[in-house]
């Protein structure tokens, strides 16, 4: 396998977390999104993926877009240890769990947005860090009450083993701290990271331990 990626790239961590807890061994190929104006844009990576985004997974002849979509192809080819519990509805929970961070907080944060948001709308520094800590306040919020008000919530966000939902959540919070956010109103979040923190799938995912870290 290969894994088109970026060490600071928030999808692309969660699919370096998701092959780890699987234990697929896997050859890291760097996408630099800045460097020479963004090698995700070049006509070689865009043969690869159109939309010019990481990650992008090459697994023999298939090539596989999207980080969700990448999770949820590795838990079913490799089905131990399970990404996604046993019945439809906590399954639903889970997915509700991460789209609420892959879908309503990240996207209004990623680097196109904050690029576009700099150069094209004209916004400062100043502006721009605090779009970034409205929408992950907003979506932290939601995010802190679902989990503090469920007992499906265990040491992870759903029973006592890491799945899709930690995979999306921990590198949210790398994010967070980058920008300086007050996490104080998120116990059960940081709770719940830090019990993921003591895994080495999550250790080794992280953005400090990869070949491209800057």
Same mark, same amino acid.
């Given at each position: 396998?290969?894994? &088109?990626?970026?060490?600071?790239?928030?999808?692309?961590?969660? %699919?370096? =977390?998701?092959? *780890?807890?699987? /234990?697929?061994?896997?050859?890291?190929?760097? %996408? @630099?999104? %800045?460097?020479?104006?963004? $090698?995700?844009?070049?006509?070689?990576?865009?043969?690869?993926?159109?939309?010019?985004? +990481?990650?992008?997974?090459?697994? /023999?002849?298939? +090539?596989?877009? $999207? #980080?969700?979509? !990448?999770?949820?192809?590795?838990?079913?080819? &490799?089905?131990?240890?399970?990404?996604?519990?046993?019945?439809?509805?906590?399954?639903?929970?889970?997915?509700?769990?991460?789209?609420? =961070?892959?879908?309503?907080?990240?996207?209004?944060? *990623?680097?196109? %947005?904050?690029?576009?948001?700099? @150069?094209?709308?004209?916004?400062?520094?100043?502006?721009?860090?605090?779009?970034?800590? @409205?929408? !992950?306040?907003?979506?932290?919020?939601?995010?802190?009450?679902?989990?503090?008000?469920?007992? $499906?919530?265990?040491?992870?966000? @759903?029973?006592?083993?890491? /799945?899709?939902?930690?995979?999306?959540?921990?590198?949210?919070?790398?994010?967070?701290?980058?920008?300086?956010?007050?996490?104080?109103?998120?116990?059960?979040?940081?709770? !719940?990271?830090? *019990?993921? #923190?003591? #895994?080495?799938?999550?250790?080794?995912?992280?953005?400090?331990?990869?070949?491209?870290?800057?």
């Amino acid at each position: 396998m290969k894994l &088109y990626t970026y060490w600071r790239s928030s999808s692309a961590y969660r %699919v370096r =977390i998701a092959l *780890n807890l699987k /234990g697929v061994e896997y050859e890291s190929v760097p %996408v @630099h999104l %800045v460097k020479d104006g963004g $090698q995700q844009k070049s006509a070689e990576y865009l043969k690869i993926n159109p939309q010019g985004l +990481v990650p992008a997974l090459i697994d /023999g002849e298939s +090539v596989l877009r $999207q #980080s969700l979509a !990448i999770i949820e192809y590795l838990d079913e080819k &490799y089905p131990q240890p399970p990404l996604l519990p046993e019945t439809a509805g906590a399954r639903a929970r889970v997915r509700g769990l991460a789209y609420l =961070i892959a879908d309503e907080i990240q996207p209004m944060n *990623n680097l196109g %947005v904050v690029q576009y948001l700099k @150069h094209e709308a004209g916004l400062k520094q100043q502006q721009l860090d605090d779009w970034y800590r @409205h929408w !992950i306040a907003r979506g932290f919020s939601a995010l802190e009450q679902l989990l503090s008000a469920s007992d $499906q919530t265990g040491q992870f966000c @759903h029973g006592e083993t890491p /799945g899709l939902a930690d995979c999306c959540l921990v590198p949210q919070l790398y994010n967070a701290r980058r920008y300086d956010c007050d996490l104080t109103a998120y116990p059960t979040i940081t709770r !719940i990271e830090k *019990n993921c #923190s003591r #895994s080495s799938a999550f250790q080794k995912a992280a953005p400090e331990n990869q070949p491209d870290a800057e």
